[in-house]
């Protein structure tokens, strides 16, 4: 059973951890380079709390499950499971991995929330790979349900098994990946996504705003409910993808969009910051995070009727 959960670094992916675990009655033990965090990581919590208590019908915060540590290896001593949570940087993680590998419980699983790198490659030094993994949340990690399940080369099935399941108890929908690829799998499509975005602001044909417009007002609306297989199942008629792929196959072909990023210049990194922030009208990043998560808690209240009829 997995009850105490360590988390290694405390900013804005590890405070989302602490809220999802606390709000599973898990007994979290934080650690951050900075012995400082801990008044911001309780104050992440507190204000989270009001939608996570309604996502997960949960009555009280229980803060006595919370404690923050300025040495690494009280955080491991007792720890199930290790949510490691520090900057996306090779030489970081593989030291700290190595760290944690030495000072936790050789049973515990080692989970990092890396965005895009080789689990391989981090454990390289790791004490018993074979009990580590990588679980990619998505920010913010107390709403949204998706967690990519990355092994390595070592990890044991043991392991993934272990880990799908606990995810699933703490109300994830874990997506497990069959081997280890570079940026997983959302990072790649986002990054696609994003890299088209960049090249149409950089060539003067859209704003930010006209670009956020064309995936809000359109596919955004079905991708919360439907992928893009599914929803160009769709585009198919009744044949579904068979006629899908025989009439839009053949625009494959056509150079539409460009593979390569485009160089981020002093000027479209401008024309990128200043649009955002003409988009953000006056209101500070907090501000529109409340939104954000007031909308997801509704979006994923009224998902629930409809994803049971497709996914069921
Ligand atoms: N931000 C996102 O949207 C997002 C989404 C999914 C996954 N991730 C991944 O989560 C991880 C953390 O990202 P973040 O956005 O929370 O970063 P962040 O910069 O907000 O927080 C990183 C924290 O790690 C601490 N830290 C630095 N070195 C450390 C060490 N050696 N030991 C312990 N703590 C250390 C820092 O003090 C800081 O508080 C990264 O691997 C990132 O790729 C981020």
């Known amino acids: 059973?997995?009850?105490?959960?360590?988390?290694?670094?405390?900013?804005?992916?590890?405070?989302?951890?602490?809220?999802?675990?606390?709000?599973?009655?898990?007994?979290?033990?934080?650690?951050?380079?900075?012995?400082?965090?801990?008044?911001?990581?309780?104050?992440?919590?507190k204000r989270a709390w009001p939608f996570v208590k309604k996502l997960f019908n949960k009555n009280k915060l229980n803060l006595k499950n919370f404690s923050y540590v300025t040495d690494i290896k009280n955080a491991l001593k007792n720890a199930d499971f290790i949510q490691e949570c520090a900057p996306e940087n090779y030489k970081l993680k593989t030291k700290l991995m190595e760290v944690i590998g030495k000072y936790s419980k050789s049973n515990a699983i080692i989970s990092s929330s890396s965005s895009g790198l080789l689990p391989s490659k981090i454990y390289s030094k790791c004490k018993n790979p074979s009990r580590a993994i990588i679980a990619h949340p998505f920010n913010p990690v107390y709403m949204l349900p998706g967690v990519e399940i990355v092994p390595g080369k070592k990890t044991s099935n043991k392991t993934l098994n272990k880990a799908k399941k606990f995810y699933e108890s703490i109300s994830m929908n874990p997506i497990m990946l069959k081997k280890e690829l570079p940026g997983f799998l959302s990072d790649r499509l986002q990054e696609a996504l994003w890299r088209e975005a960049l090249h149409i602001v950089n060539e003067g044909y859209a704003s930010t705003k006209d670009l956020d417009r064309a995936i809000e007002d359109g596919p955004g609306m079905r991708w919360s409910l439907m992928g893009t297989f599914l929803t160009f199942h769709l585009a198919g008629g009744n044949a579904g993808m068979k006629h899908m792929l025989k009439q839009f196959g053949p625009a494959l072909k056509l150079p539409w969009t460009k593979l390569k990023a485009p160089k981020l210049s002093k000027e479209l990194s401008n024309r990128v910051i200043s649009g955002t922030k003409k988009q953000a009208k006056g209101k500070s990043v907090a501000t529109i995070a409340k939104i954000r998560d007031e909308y997801l808690l509704n979006l994923q209240k009224m998902r629930k009727k409809y994803e049971v009829k497709i996914r069921k």
């Open 1 to 45: 059973m997995i009850n105490k959960i360590a988390v290694i670094g405390a900013g804005v992916i590890g405070s989302g951890w602490v809220v999802r675990f606390l709000a599973h009655n898990k007994k979290v033990i934080v650690y951050d380079t900075d012995p400082k965090l801990k008044k911001k990581v309780i104050l992440e919590v």
